[in-house]
């Protein structure tokens, strides 16, 4: 889903792009980010040892897979030019775990220029927030991509760059040099973290790099039809056969809590942008997955709405399927709603209260001896919009 076509990016990225394409000799980028330190000629790094990429690692605090956790925040949605604030809400969260779950910059090589230098500039630009910065070194991050960060809004499998997205991606987010994401296509990962009794299995979908392509709407911009409509091909993938094979090893190992990362969204069907509907053999076959694991301690997490809620269904399990979406840390759905002076609420099939329109994090707090967990959707003060308890 795009948020206006990328729009109040187009100049900063453009500056940021011509600077490191041209090497950085001279040009000066005066842009100052809230929270920010300019990006100029002095602090923009060389390349990497490669050659061939030109941004710098944001790592995090190394990941302890031994320590359980508490508190974990998730959040997707963040304009690397937008205000930069709404980090410092998710440091005073407290997480012991960050998961950024898609668009984490918003870079589409517009240019189709094969070096990427739309997606490298937009990095760049988020390695100079001070306020992200301070998130990474608070609590470990694990990070997945959606379609603005993969290198093209709405893209799939076709997309002529995604090996050099891959690459660009790995390096930027520091991907340990023995990560599965180093050795194979596509950057779906899992983890499993905590001690005996109390693990929690971590499951990031990659929801790009195999995904054929969707079927365009009849009737563009109607009310739940807006881009895409279900296609019932049952040659359409949206994880691929390797993905899908591993998935179902990842849900036969057991674990106390799972959470289960897809950038788009499992349970929506009020809408007709980018979901899982669209390609609904393929929904079935996930809700098939998980219930022949018995994964009945598993949340979905997802973003790329610029909108949050949550969702539950309990018709396609033996138990009930929670999903929480978190979207967007500083490009709300509200300010173009408000632009264009929009009321109409998103239907809800499966929704469990209104959706939320406004800059959003959500948070996940497991309480480990009464084996429950609360879920909930926060703004930028802390305060949950919205929760619900579940035991597992």
């Known amino acids: 889903m795009t948020f206006r076509q990328y729009f109040s990016s187009a100049l900063g990225t453009a500056l940021c792009a011509g600077a490191l394409l041209a090497g950085c000799a001279s040009t000066q980028q005066t842009g100052t980010l809230a929270g920010s330190a300019p990006l100029t000629a002095q602090n923009v790094p060389a390349e990497a040892a490669s050659g061939s990429i030109r941004a710098v690692p944001m790592a995090s605090v190394p990941l302890d897979k031994t320590a359980p956790l508490s508190r974990i925040i998730f959040a997707s949605c963040a304009q690397q030019n937008e205000d930069q604030s709404m980090w410092d809400a ?40 001070a306020p992200f910065a301070r998130l990474r070194a608070a609590a470990p991050m694990l990070t997945v991509w959606d379609d603005h960060d993969y290198g093209l809004n709405d893209a799939g499998t076709t997309y002529p760059y995604k090996q050099s997205s891959q690459a660009l991606f790995n390096y930027v987010w520091d991907v340990p040099a023995d990560s599965p994401r180093r050795q194979r296509p596509g950057i779906y990962d899992s983890w499993m973290i905590g001690d005996e009794g109390r693990t929690v299995q971590i499951i990031m979908l990659d929801t790009r790099y195999f995904r054929d392509d969707l079927k365009d709407t009849d009737e563009r911009g109607a009310p739940g039809k807006e881009r895409y409509l279900p296609d019932t091909d049952d040659e359409k993938t949206m994880l691929g056969a390797a993905q899908w094979a591993w998935l179902a090893q990842e849900l036969e190992k057991p674990a106390d809590l799972r959470l289960l990362v897809s950038s788009i969204q499992v349970h929506a069907d009020g809408h007709g942008w980018e979901a899982w509907r669209t390609l609904p053999r393929e929904r079935d076959r996930l809700y098939r997955a998980l219930a022949t694991a018995r994964a009945d301690n598993t949340i979905i997490l997802s973003g790329d709405r610029h909108a949050a809620a949550l969702y539950a269904r309990s018709d396609v399990t033996a138990f009930a399927l929670m999903e929480a979406t978190s979207s967007s840390i500083n490009l709300p759905a509200s300010r173009w709603r408000a632009e264009r002076g929009e009321t109409r609420m998103e239907a809800g099939p499966h929704r469990l209260g209104d959706m939320i329109y406004e800059a959003n994090f959500g948070t996940l707090d497991i309480d480990w001896p009464e084996r429950k967990v609360t879920v909930a959707i926060r703004d930028k003060d802390g305060n949950a919009f919205t929760s619900q308890l579940m035991s597992f």
């Open 90 to 129: 998710l440091v005073a969260a407290n997480p012991d775990l960050t998961l950024y779950i898609g668009d984490n910059v918003y870079g589409d090589v517009r240019s189709n220029d094969p070096a990427l230098p739309e997606l490298k500039a937009a990095y760049m630009r988020l390695a100079q927030s």
